[in-house]
């Protein structure tokens, strides 16, 4: 398992934290990754929006935009049924545009319902663990060389309880999740030597999105934070702030959470 770690008590970034940098945010058009673009966004990360839904990227690019934000980039990819070339393009496509790659949040997840994983229709299993997975481990591998360029590179994998123990009933996402984890930490410390690169997983909590919704119908949706809530625990592990901390799992400090 991965060591656990917390977010700093109180932890509010500094004023343009990301400037300068570079930073991939897979999902971008979802309740997490449109937080996490506008979050880094607004403190000077000029931000690279890959997701599905083209109207849904439009719309967190007009909101950075307005902002007053470097102008951010758009690279539309349906993770679900990408290959290993369509990544390596996108990745191409950066390195042409900014030469340059300091950050990755993984913020793309694919969940339909919690369910016995003998009831679960095979190409939800395939697709599931396609974007939870293996479209993340994929892109961080392709995105190694511009990352190892950097002099203070970091990739955020978002995870939750199932990373820690795949309960009965979580499916391909809990099953992805696990493995992710244990991904993470083997990578983690291959890179030892690499200092200038670091990979964490990050546990935000319970938020108000719409996969949450979709996991949790009954739930009262208003007594769930909402996802930018979060951002301030995220945009640490990519600043320079949490600079030598490597293969952990963190999550908000505070004292519990639901689960």
């Given at each position: 398992?991965?060591p656990?770690?917390?977010?700093?008590?109180?932890?509010a970034?500094?004023?343009?934290l990301l400037?300068?940098?570079?930073?991939?945010v897979?999902g971008?058009?979802?309740?997490v990754?449109?937080?996490?673009?506008l979050?880094?966004?607004?403190?000077g990360?000029?931000?690279?929006?890959?997701?599905?839904?083209?109207?849904?990227?439009?719309?967190?690019?007009d909101?950075?935009?307005?902002?007053?934000?470097?102008?951010?980039a758009?690279?539309?990819?349906?993770?679900?049924?990408?290959?290993?070339?369509?990544?390596?393009?996108?990745?191409a496509?950066?390195?042409r545009e900014?030469g340059r790659?300091?950050?990755?949040?993984?913020?793309?997840?694919?969940?339909?319902v919690f369910?016995?994983l003998?009831?679960?229709v095979?190409r939800?299993?395939m697709?599931?663990?396609?974007?939870?997975?293996?479209?993340a481990?994929?892109?961080?591998?392709?995105?190694?060389?511009l990352l190892?360029?950097?002099?203070?590179a970091?990739?955020?994998?978002l995870?939750d309880?199932?990373?820690?123990?795949?309960?009965?009933?979580?499916g391909?996402f809990?099953v992805?999740?696990?493995?992710?984890?244990?991904?993470?930490k083997?990578?983690?410390?291959e890179l030892?030597?690499?200092?200038q690169?670091?990979?964490?997983?990050?546990?935000?909590g319970?938020?108000?999105?719409?996969l949450?919704?979709?996991?949790?119908?009954?739930?009262d949706?208003?007594n769930?934070?909402?996802?930018?809530?979060?951002?301030?625990g995220?945009?640490?592990?990519l600043?320079?702030d949490s600079k030598g901390?490597?293969?952990r799992?963190?999550s908000?400090?505070i004292p519990s959470?639901?689960?």
């Amino acid at each position: 398992m991965l060591p656990e770690a917390v977010i700093p008590a109180g932890y509010a970034p500094a004023e343009r934290l990301l400037r300068e940098r570079v930073i991939l945010v897979t999902g971008a058009g979802g309740g997490v990754g449109s937080a996490a673009a506008l979050a880094c966004a607004r403190l000077g990360a000029t931000v690279v929006l890959l997701g599905r839904n083209v109207k849904k990227l439009e719309k967190v690019y007009d909101a950075i935009e307005a902002t007053g934000a470097p102008k951010p980039a758009i690279y539309p990819m349906n993770l679900a049924g990408a290959t290993w070339n369509d990544m390596s393009e996108a990745l191409a496509s950066i390195e042409r545009e900014f030469g340059r790659l300091d950050g990755l949040v993984h913020a793309a997840a694919h969940f339909t319902v919690f369910s016995p994983l003998s009831d679960i229709v095979p190409r939800d299993w395939m697709e599931g663990l396609q974007v939870n997975l293996t479209a993340a481990y994929t892109l961080t591998r392709l995105s190694l060389p511009l990352l190892l360029r950097s002099e203070d590179a970091s990739v955020v994998f978002l995870t939750d309880p199932s990373g820690r123990d795949s309960k009965a009933y979580r499916g391909a996402f809990g099953v992805a999740k696990y493995a992710l984890e244990g991904m993470v930490k083997g990578w983690a410390s291959e890179l030892e030597s690499r200092p200038q690169l670091r990979l964490n997983a990050y546990d935000p909590g319970p938020l108000r999105t719409f996969l949450r919704l979709k996991g949790y119908p009954g739930e009262d949706a208003l007594n769930v934070p909402l996802p930018e809530t979060a951002m301030p625990g995220l945009v640490y592990l990519l600043g320079p702030d949490s600079k030598g901390q490597s293969g952990r799992r963190f999550s908000p400090s505070i004292p519990s959470r639901a689960q």
